[in-house]
């Protein structure tokens, strides 16, 4: 017998049975009152319901959570430097425009793989194989134009996300060989490729559902964006010299080429 269990025994409990009718002839006697658990032990045997949507902002998940499973995905994160400022402008622009209606998000990245679900255990070997592909690829910049502001909508229709477009041809390309390096990786693990014909995008700010009439909701916010790139170019361009592999609350960086 475990010592839990033992423990469990010594304090009583609500299941066991009452026999004590077949020994009717005997004489009865009172019963010593059992001794509330401690709670430091009934703790370990509750099942803990929470509403899965709790703090997530009515955010849905795409799939459910296991112990032990850990989402993974990788993307090109936006400099930190930049950051800040960038994040005033989104937070003024969407909240003189719609209020509350649209979040804006915490950390401003292309994302370059799906989100899948990696065993505790395979994380440390498959950031390593996928520094080993990565550091093969040569650093580059990527570049955002007022004019290339999208609205997106994620494939469960559940969230709508509005950013800035990858447009630049040779940019797109290169983008391409970062999918194609992760992807390799990923089915090394037995995990989801990315899209055949990814949309290479910075998202900035979200909303909860689909948005019907993008086209009218980025004319809303075109003027507004036009004045931030002419007043801050500084803000729409940045150089890639690494890459993040994000594993449940674990950020790995993972360097591309040093120069020679």
């Not at 019963?31 to 949507?53: G, R």
């Not at 520094?131 to 990527?142: A, D, G, T, W, Y």
């Not at 090394?188 to 995008?201: D, G, L, M, R, T």
């Amino acid at each position: 017998m475990s010592s839990l269990s033992a423990l469990c025994d010594a304090y009583g409990s609500e299941s066991e049975s009452d026999d004590s009718s077949q020994y009717e002839s005997e004489p009865k006697i009172a019963e010593k009152p059992k001794l509330p658990m401690p709670k430091e032990i009934s703790s370990l045997f509750e099942t803990k319901q929470q509403d899965p949507n709790q703090d997530h902002q009515g955010r849905i998940r795409s799939f459910a959570h296991e112990r032990g499973n850990w989402a993974t995905y990788v993307y090109i994160p936006y400099p930190k430097d930049l950051f800040k400022e960038l994040k005033f402008h989104v937070e003024s622009i969407f909240n003189t425009t719609f209020g509350s209606s649209w979040q804006v998000i915490d950390d401003f990245h292309v994302t370059v793989s799906k989100t899948v679900v990696i065993p505790h255990h395979c994380i440390d070997p498959l950031v390593e194989s996928l520094q080993e592909k990565l550091k093969k690829l040569q650093p580059f910049s990527i570049t955002f134009t007022a004019e290339d502001l999208k609205v997106f909508v994620n494939d469960e229709k559940t969230r709508s996300f509005c950013g800035f477009k990858v447009q630049v041809p040779l940019t797109r390309q290169i983008l391409a060989q970062v999918v194609q390096s992760v992807d390799e990786t990923f089915v090394e693990f037995h995990c989801e490729k990315y899209y055949i014909n990814p949309s290479f995008h910075m998202s900035i700010a979200w909303c909860l559902g689909e948005v019907k009439d993008r086209n009218r909701l980025v004319k809303q916010l075109a003027e507004s964006w036009t004045s931030v790139e002419i007043e801050n170019p500084e803000l729409f361009t940045f150089n890639v010299t690494n890459i993040v592999c994000k594993s449940g609350n674990k950020q790995f960086y993972l360097q591309l080429k040093a120069p020679s």
